[in-house]
């Protein structure tokens, strides 16, 4: 009984110690994984996860903080894709609509060139300086709607992309078999 | 609706499996003429059940009936599992199996086209596994009557050591298991035709005319069968040649157990095989080496249905590492 | 002649022999189409940019007078179809599977048929820079329905150009017509394009169920060589073997050069280069007789009771040139294009353009409904047809899962869409629908990914930006406090003690 | 020939999945993925190594001399969780590499079943250091081939119309039961002579 004890003593007494040694010693610091997970989030900086923005909120989940389906411009698809590099449950967000990419437009009539909305884009895609009319390059908007409460004259809205033959896409070929997936 | 807005004409996987069955004929006739008409109740028995469990899984699934039941899939593989099983095996144990191969095997993954593993070769293995005695009671050729065949089918008691006769694979290991040499197995029993089991070898080659036939149709490519006679008739061979005492010959094996049937029907089945022509030639050549390996060493008789499910497990890698170059790739490969 | 260099053809894997059905419109000489009521002009009307219109509601036109401008380098221009009037400026139907509208030039003709005087170039004498902005300012694009511009095409250097006359496609035929009757026209626009990418030599490759074709084509090579012209020396007409997708792009190099172009390469990067009959015709028009692109040959057939081939203005609406080959009563559909690659029209109110090459009206016993869709069994037909030598089966397994990173390592995007793999389904399945549909998923998330990167290193920026701002505000903001409490302690210590105890 | 037989039985006849049945969180776990089962197959490989080498020493050094082989169990735990811990920690700091392809996996199969029970059944027959080493050996290549056969399956699966209730886990249990029922057709490979 005594032998036993010792020999267990023994060897968990000298296996502690190199644990002990190598934690110390072989530390490592940094983490890849808000890198990974800001790859996965679409990066419109809408900040409607609750986080100034995109890199902010993969910090939030790489250090557990936050829920992995905060993302809405992601939606489902990329809730699923962060639960897969995580390892955690995938959590639906909820019903919702596949919306069609939109992108934010100034009515030049009633914009008073109070610079607002700007200040609140966080992509830069609204150019114009004070007291003169502010416009929206289309090609760089993000849709993440932040510049619409600023404006005190509500004078952007939100629109569709025009269909044209280039984002036109091809349906999901409808058969009597059922979708799978 | 979009292009192509023309098919070629009478083309569909009914025909596909049409000719399959039609296919079993010669050696379904052949069946009959030298074992006895019991096969044909189980034929008809495993027939019954395949469809009325395909019909009530898709009633669950609420998925067309119609059109899948008719597709003959079913059917093809009731009659690949009663042609496996010894045709005297009770009616229940025909029920089992076939719904082990078409619930299990192919319904559980979604239905037709999407299983992994050969629903008939997987029910085969299943019963083999489960009912060893009864599995390994195959009919005497000549010896049994379609009377005493049916009763048997319908459960009679079954003392019946003068009716069934050990197949020729049987009585081959069992010498072998005993040390005797080949050739003096082979003059003393009874259950050895010319090459293969007494009897035996006209239904196997029922399944190779039934295999040509399909080759001719180009229902089948020949890389799967002839794969598979390489990789067990070679491997037979290369044995026999150092030692034909303790090894029967390759003829010996392509010629008994389930080889014909295998080759022509079960390797060659589209959904469970490999699918590219190198993966084809890989996956049959698999399935004969197994095949020779279980029932030289193994302890079930009959090898063919392990090596077609262990050689299912490798399929999807197979497809994987086998895919060919695609246009222009070959081109970019040379320097 | 010498004898021929192409007695071995090259072979491509897969491929299909489906019935052709070309005798129901090629047995009749090409017909003209009365003047419509009006036409519409769409301004895009080639795969690689539009044009910008360069008239107003009101304008009269004459025929072959520039409506729209080439839009950039690889624009083309659009003209005017016939004399007339602009009547409109607006959005209109236009031949595409979608049936989106897009910004088209109506014109009302005044019947007077008035071409616009081009100032002529001298094909032999003028420049190459000349007649290639000629080619692009006359509209040319590639006529097999790619529609290209072929003033892109031609400015590159080349060893072997390849006249394509294969027309693989069941029912149609106005590339056949085209040669039968045109071979002159269509052989002298090959020699330009060919001076022009400096081939060395020309093949003319037909397929062998067009012997009048081929027979033309020989006929008009050997009048070409009497006149003595030392071009004629390296151009052969060769008959190809008749089969589905023979008349692909890169099917046609490697049947006649052997060369595999292998995916996101170009037939130039290996000397060769296809150019469609229809595009040799239509670059001897504008060059030599300087008209610039207004019409086109377009097979009508199918479910009609005067199929044939029509020579149509660019602009006229399938619906009347329906009308006038008469339809018969049980067509519920129009095909655009060939029964392999064509698309359902969604309005027969499109207008024709440069790519359209052939119009069916389809009934149910011509062309049968597609029977339902029935589980793939990997049986593997579609592999062994595949021209592309892929593997269909794989690619739809993966495309109906929505599973795109696995599509792609099975190399959908090498899939050209010929419709072969569907063709020999026994399970009937879509499976071209299933890829174009993959295909556009992919490309979208393509581009959402870009549109991602440049928000996330514009967010950054903006991020970075504000930060440096703060930054250089709060060091203002110090240096400034500190030159006051400088400024002040300079003042404190200058003031003269007053009081010294 | 018996040391290839040791290799041989472990790989495919008592192939530690299919029919030992041990080991079969990871196998169940990590089979999602053909390039994560490479992963976590290469991971058990070392470890299983590993942790026969170090538990014939113990054992053998250890426990049998001082009489107390029926602590096996226990000093076995401590052991391969502490010296999996050490190698995890190593390679993190010093192989970024290794840390990429191993990382990851190290921590999960800590002391998993295949990983405890492997030393334990090796320990039970009677074999010498360079037996228990490839019987280790042996065993995690038998896991590693199960376990990436697996994911291909499982990959391809994932576009298949399983019906909902036997979507995910039953129909993976399936096709693993499947697996076994195969694996079964090997039996009594290993005993001919």
């Known amino acids: 009984m005594l032998t036993a004890l010792l020999v267990m003593a023994g060897i968990t007494l000298a296996l502690g110690l190199a644990l002990g040694y190598a934690a110390v010693h072989f530390h490592v610091d940094g983490n890849p994984l808000a890198e990974q997970i800001d790859a996965i989030l679409p990066q419109t900086q809408c900040a409607q996860c609750g986080f100034p923005g995109c890199k902010p909120y993969a910090e939030a989940v790489a250090s557990g903080a936050a829920e992995i389906n905060l993302c809405t411009p992601g939606g489902d698809d990329g809730a699923k894709k962060l639960a897969e590099l995580l390892g955690r449950e995938f959590k639906p967000r909820g019903v919702q609509e596949e919306k069609l990419k939109t992108v934010a437009q100034i009515d030049e009539q009633t914009c ?19 007291k003169q009319m502010h416009t929206v390059v289309s090609a760089i908007c993000t849709g993440c709607e932040l510049c619409l409460p600023p404006c005190p004259v509500d004078c952007i809205a939100l629109i569709e992309e025009p269909r044209t033959p280039q984002n036109w896409r091809w349906k999901y070929p409808r058969t009597g078999l059922r979708v799978v997936s | 609706m979009s292009s192509p807005h023309i098919r070629r004409e009478n083309n569909s996987v009914q025909r596909v499996m049409a000719h399959v069955l039609v296919a079993l004929v010669p050696g379904i006739a052949a069946y009959v003429w030298q074992v006895g008409a019991g096969i044909l109740v189980n034929l008809a028995i495993a027939t019954l059940v395949a469809l009325a469990a395909e019909a009530a899984i898709l009633a669950l699934r609420k998925r067309p009936i119609a059109i899948t039941l008719t597709d003959g899939s079913a059917v093809v593989t009731a009659w690949l599992i009663a042609l496996a099983l010894p045709s005297i095996v009770p009616w229940w144990l025909t029920t089992i199996a076939v719904l082990v191969g078409i619930v299990g095997a192919k319904h559980l993954y979604g239905g037709i086209g999407q299983n992994p593993f050969n629903p008939a070769m997987a029910a085969y293995c299943t019963m083999i596994v489960a009912y060893p005695a009864l599995m390994s009671q195959w009919p005497a050729v000549g010896n049994t009557d379609f009377a005493t065949q049916l009763s048997l089918i319908l459960g009679g008691t079954r003392e019946i050591d003068g009716l069934t006769g050990a197949t020729a694979l049987d009585a081959m290991r069992t010498g072998l298991r005993k040390h005797e040499a080949v050739s003096a197995i082979l003059a003393n029993k009874t259950a050895f035709g010319a090459f293969g089991g007494r009897g035996w070898e006209w239904i196997v080659g029922g399944y190779a005319v039934g295999g040509l036939f399909l080759l001719w149709r180009r229902i089948i490519t020949w890389h799967q069968p002839l794969a598979f006679i390489a990789g067990l008739g070679l491997t037979a061979a290369l044995f026999w040649v150092i030692m034909p005492d303790r090894f029967p010959s390759p003829l010996f094996h392509l010629a008994s157990g389930g080889a014909m049937l295998g080759a022509f029907f079960i390797v060659t089945d589209p959904v469970t095989s490999a699918s590219t022509p190198l993966g084809k030639i890989i996956f049959a050549l698999g399935v004969g080496i197994i095949a020779w390996l279980v029932r030289t060493f193994g302890v079930y008789p009959e090898g063919v249905a392990f090596g077609v499910l262990l050689m299912n497990i490798a399929v999807p890698l197979i497809d994987r590492k086998t895919q060919p170059s695609v246009f222009g790739e070959r081109e970019e490969k040379r320097p | 002649m010498s004898a021929s260099r192409f007695a071995h053809l090259f072979h491509f894997h897969g491929g299909i022999k489906p019935a052709s059905h070309k005798t129901e419109s090629n047995g009749v000489p090409i017909r003209a189409v009365p003047l419509p009521e009006r036409l519409v002009v769409p301004l895009i009307q080639s795969s690689r940019g539009g044009a910008r219109t360069i008239v107003t509601v009101g304008d009269k036109v004459l025929k072959g007078q520039c409506i729209g401008e080439a839009e950039g380098k690889a624009g083309t221009a659009i003209h005017a179809p016939t004399s007339g009037t602009v009547k409109e400026i607006g959005r209109y139907p236009m031949a595409h599977p979608s049936g989106l509208e897009s910004l088209a030039i109506v014109i009302e003709p005044d019947g007077e048929e008035r071409w616009f005087e081009y100032e002529r170039l001298d094909p032999e004498h003028a420049s190459r820079e000349d007649l290639i902005l000629r080619i692009q300012a006359s509209g040319i694009v590639g006529m097999g329905g790619a529609t290209f ?335 006051t409490r400088a400024a002040m302690a300079a003042a404190q210590s200058s003031e003269p003690k007053a009081d010294p105890s | 020939m018996s040391y290839l037989f040791v290799v041989l039985g472990a790989v495919l006849v008592n192939n530690v999945v299919f029919v030992r049945i041990l080991g079969l969180c990871p196998f169940m776990g990590v089979s999602k993925k053909t390039e994560t089962a490479v992963g976590m197959g290469l991971a058990t490989t070392f470890v299983l190594t590993l942790a026969s080498g170090t538990s014939y020493l113990i054992d053998h050094y250890l426990l049998v001399p001082f009489g107390i082989a029926y602590l096996r169990t226990l000093s076995f735990i401590v052991v391969i969780a502490a010296i999996v811990q050490l190698t995890e920690l190593v390679i993190h700091k010093t192989s970024p590499v290794l840390q990429q392809v191993l990382g990851i996996y190290l921590p999960l199969i800590t002391t998993n079943c295949a990983v405890l029970g492997i030393p334990l059944l090796s320990a039970g027959l009677d074999y010498g250091l360079l037996e228990s080493l490839l019987f280790g050996f042996g065993s995690a290549v038998g896991f590693t081939f199960a376990l990436i056969l697996f994911a291909g399956i499982r990959e391809r699966l994932e576009g298949a119309d399983v019906p909902a209730p036997f979507r995910g886990v039953p129909i993976a249990m399936m096709t693993a039961g499947f697996m076994s029922l195969a694996f079964m057709g090997f039996a009594g490979l290993d005993r001919f002579h």
């Open chain 1, 112 to 130: 008073i060139g109070c610079t607002l909305c700007i200040q609140a884009c966080p992509v830069d895609a609204i150019v114009g300086s004070a």
């Open chain 3, 149 to 483: 511009p072929s003033h892109i095409k031609v400015d590159n250097a080349i060893d072997t150009l390849i006249l394509n006359g294969a027309e693989c496609e069941p029912w149609i035929t106005c590339d056949d017509r085209l040669m039968r009757e045109r071979a002159a026209d269509v052989l002298t626009g090959a020699t330009l394009l060919g001076r022009l990418s400096g081939a060395k030599r020309i093949v003319v490759a037909i397929e062998d169920n067009k012997p009048e074709a081929i027979a033309a084509m020989r006929a008009a090579v050997r009048a070409e060589e009497l006149s003595d012209k030392d071009e004629s020396e390296g151009i052969e007409v060769v008959p190809v073997p008749a089969r589905y997708p023979q008349g692909g792009e890169k099917q046609l190099i490697k049947v006649v050069t052997g060369i595999e172009v292998a995916a996101g390469k170009l037939a130039t990067d290996y000397g060769v280069q296809c150019f469609n009959v229809g595009t040799a015709h239509a670059v001897c028009r504008a060059l030599v007789h300087g008209e610039a692109m207004v019409s086109r040959i377009v097979t009508v057939t199918g479910n009609v009771e005067r199929p044939g081939n029509y020579e149509v203005l660019l602009g006229t609406r399938v619906a009347d040139l329906l009308a006038l080959a008469g339809v018969k009563p049980d067509t519920d559909r129009t095909l655009m294009g060939g029964p392999m690659m064509g698309f359902t029209l969604p309005s027969a109110e499109a207008p024709i353009t440069k790519g359209s090459n052939c119009v069916i009206a389809a009934s149910p016993t011509l062309f049968p409904h597609r029977p339902p869709e029935q589980p793939c069994i990997r049986c593997g037909s579609c592999a062994r047809a595949c021209p592309v030598e892929l593997q269909p089966f794989e690619l739809y397994w993966h495309s109906r899962a929505k599973n795109f990173d696995k599509a792609g390592e099975y190399h959908i995007f090498d899939c050209i869409e010929c419709g072969c793999c569907a063709f020999v389904c026994p399970a009937h399945i879509p499976l071209v629908d299933y890829f174009r549909f993959a295909k556009s998923e992919m490309r979208a998330k393509n581009e959402e990914r870009k549109a991602a990167e440049q928000a996330r290193a514009r967010f950054e920026f903006r991020s970075f930006r504000l930060e440096r701002e703060k930054a250089e505000k709060a060091a203002r903001l110090a240096a400034k406090a500190a030159e």
